[in-house]
């Protein structure tokens, strides 16, 4: 199984996926998570954030997810980059699929800027900023939108996500 959560930098998904793996992980021993910037760095920082490194960077986690859901483990993504063939092959390719999309305003992301992303940008210091160089391609139709310009808690949203996935609602009510 997979769990695609995608949002511009700065909506929360790597918050909302370490949420679920506490609130499913003493539950879901088979649970793993991968963060977008986490698997960029295990591989050595190789790639740049041109629009195509990041379209082979989601091609990675994408591959990655494929092998260990093979192996029967749920797999938890956190992902910036939602080109819509990307999105679709994930349809494709999972038999079991979850796409959540974290919505929030260009200008609440600005507001937060907690890696100074867009602050960069502005400025003219740094460029290929999805968003801003690079266009944003929102979800045609996730499973799931949670709006988070102002967000619940975390565990708010992770519980939200998990009652809504089927898989994971039956192990809540079990518990």
Known sequence: MLIWITGLSGAGKTSLVNAL???????LPELVVLDGDVIRSAFGADLGYEEPDRQVQIRR??????????????????????????????REN?????????KVTFDTVCRRDAKTLYTKAARGEISDVVGIDIPWHAPASPDLVLEVDNPEPPEVLARRVALSVPRLASLLAGL
């Not at 793996?21 to 539950?27: A, E, G, N, Q």
């Not at 260990?68 to 939602?82: F, I």
């Open 61 to 90: 986690l994408q591959n990655i997810a494929k092998v260990l859901s093979e192996q029967d483990l749920v797999v938890c993504v956190a992902a910036l980059y939602a080109h819509p063939d990307l999105l679709k092959w994930n």
């Open 21 to 27: 793996y506490r609130l499913l992980k003493p539950h």
């Open 94 to 102: 999972f038999r079991e699929y979850f796409e959540v999309y974290l």
